[in-house]
């Protein structure tokens, strides 16, 4: 899946994931509300050391850890120093090493309060600072008590020697005591000069807010809000029960994609404002341009017949199928071949409407007329008392279909939705070949893969699929857009109109001379306009 396919994913489910982001940032906001901001301070105390006088490579430090920040007796001090419960102290503040080497004890207060966690800070370190003196004091009676024991092993030495002054092993180890309590003595003696074996290196600030700032919180819920909001996105899609792009399309219908209908609806709408069908004006646009890839693939597909009748159906009412038809046979016939258009939709008839008779045109309106595009009729609905499929089943409309077939060389049948009644695949077995639409984002897989079963099953020639997709991004859009501007448009649909008023009238005052028919084409004149699509199609690839 390439970059573009994950944004188009992305934009099709957008409100779905702005609802994700929202929902993600709502959560966060709620939270940051309820939760109570954490101060913390810390407390650096400086840990003295001196060295030995017959080592000047040994430190002597008093003997702690960062447990010791909590002791029992730490904790009552700095409690009774600021007057609140021993509890309160001990669960706020914890010990650490601030150094490598253990010099420095790092005394840390946690609270909602930031000028009072720094003074709980500095009153735990203070104490902790004289606790100190007691355990460098308990550390000498350590070192006490070891010299009294090396003492006593000395006297049964001693004893030994005095028996029998050349006995080697009790010299050997009255000198190892000896040596062992000397270096005892001194031990104390430079722990004794430690006068203050710790003070306060630097005071403690202002507490700082314990953990992720609230911007920060609020910028991982937007980023977390976009992550679930794309999950949801493509488990959307994974679900998703409709036909999504040309591949899909194919896949489900079992058919190739002849073209995809670019801003079809938008198309159809303009169309209906103006009165003038997109293909018939000199207006470059993305739709007229998959139109004529359309007639072009419809071109090479039924290349072989010499006179071709084609039907334009759907697979649901989702997409402008008379609208692609009439846009289809004004292609058709802009390109130089008699066309006739068949409204072919007895039940909803809309290409009489989108095919307006030609200006200073009189006659029968039921009958086959010309239209405002060159080479191109149009023959409207049928008045009938049966039930359309009926009526299109019986002979008199196979025998008319067939004449209109003689009069022209392209004949285009806008037929009604394949599984809303049988009259697409009755009308499909008198054609060349059939179209089948459908509404990218909009019909729903099933419904299209049963439509193409269902002209198969009654043996109609399926063509292909052809896709009409969403309204473009508008940038695209307005870099595929040649021609007039909005206010030549809107002048020409006033211009329009004024002559379609002009025109009723001098129609109710005199009726004009009834036009003359196109002249025949031949083989050769149709293979040539035919290899001229073909080669059009292939230089637009």
């Known amino acids: 899946m390439s970059v573009r396919d994950v944004l188009g994913v992305v934009w099709v489910s957008r409100w779905l994931v702005l609802a994700s982001v929202l929902l993600v940032v709502a959560g966060s906001l709620a939270y940051l509300e309820r939760q109570e901001e954490t101060y913390r301070s810390t407390t650096a105390v400086q840990l003295q050391s001196t060295r030995a006088a017959s080592d000047d490579a040994t430190e002597v430090t008093v003997a702690t850890t960062p447990s010791d920040v909590v002791a029992p007796s730490v ?40 000028q009072a966690t720094r003074v709980m800070a500095d009153a735990v370190a203070r104490a902790y600072a004289a606790h100190l003196v007691q355990l460098r004091d308990a550390q000498l009676g350590q070192l006490d008590d070891q010299r009294d024991s090396q003492r006593d092993q000395l006297v049964p030495v001693d004893k030994q020697l005095k028996k029998d ?15 062992q309590y000397q270096t005892l003595t001194e031990q104390m003696n430079t722990l004794r000069s430690l006068v203050v074996p710790g003070e306060i290196a630097q005071k403690a600030s202002a507490g700082q807010p314990v953990g992720i700032p609230p911007a920060a919180v609020v910028a991982l819920a ?19 029960v409709r036909v999504r792009g040309a591949h899909d399309a194919a896949r489900t219908a079992a058919s190739p994609v002849l073209a ?26 993305p739709f007229t341009e998959s139109v004529r890839e359309l007639r072009t693939a419809v071109q090479v597909a039924t290349d072989e017949h010499e006179r071709v009748v ?12 008379s609208f692609v038809a009439a846009n289809l046979a004004a292609s058709y016939a802009l390109s130089g071949r008699r066309t006739i258009a068949v409204s072919g939709d007895l039940r909803r008839p809309q290409l009489d409407e989108l095919l307006p008779a030609a200006s200073g045109w009189s006659g029968d309106e039921r009958q086959l007329r010309s239209t405002t595009v060159p080479n191109l009729s149009v023959f409207p609905v049928p008045q009938e008392d049966m039930d359309p499929a009926d009526f299109l089943a019986t002979d008199r409309a196979r025998d008319l279909l067939e004449r209109l077939r003689e009069r022209a060389e392209v004949v285009v049948i806008d037929a009604p939705p394949v599984l809303a009644a049988a009259d697409a695949s009755i009308l499909g077995r008198y054609a060349t070949g059939v179209v089948l639409l459908a509404a990218s984002g909009r019909t729903d897989r099933l419904v299209l893969a049963e439509a193409a079963d269902r002209l198969r099953v009654n043996d109609v020639p399926l063509l292909g699929v052809a896709l009409t997709l969403a309204a473009g991004d508008r940038r695209m859009r307005a870099a595929t857009t ?24 001098e129609s109710d005052a005199a009726p004009a001379e009834q036009p003359a028919p196109a002249a025949p084409r031949t083989r050769r004149d149709t293979s040539q306009a035919a290899e001229g699509d073909r080669s059009v199609a292939a230089g637009r690839r």
Do not use: C, M, N, W
């Open 75 to 114: 904790v009552k001090a700095a409690a009774a120093d600021l007057g609140v419960p021993a509890a309160t102290v001990e669960g706020s503040v914890t010990g650490s090493f601030g150094s490598e080497d253990g010099a420095t004890i790092l005394v840390t207060a946690e609270g909602s309060d930031p």
């Open 165 to 179: 002054p050349e006995d080697p092993l009790a010299a050997a180890e009255r000198t190892t005591i000896v040596d």
């Open 222 to 240: 937007v980023l977390g809000g976009l992550l679930v909001g794309v999950g949801l996105a493509f488990a959307r899609r994974g679900v998703d």
């Open 260 to 285: 995809e209908l670019a801003d079809a609806r938008r198309a159809d709408r303009d169309a209906r404002e103006t009165g003038v069908l997109p293909v018939a004006g000199k207006r470059a646009t």
């Open 310 to 321: 084609v039907v334009v159906t759907s697979a649901d009412s989702l997409a402008p199928r």
């Open 482 to 505: 040649y021609g007039d501007p909005p206010v030549a448009r809107r002048a020409r649909r006033r211009a329009g109109a004024a002559a379609a008023s002009a025109a009723d009238q």
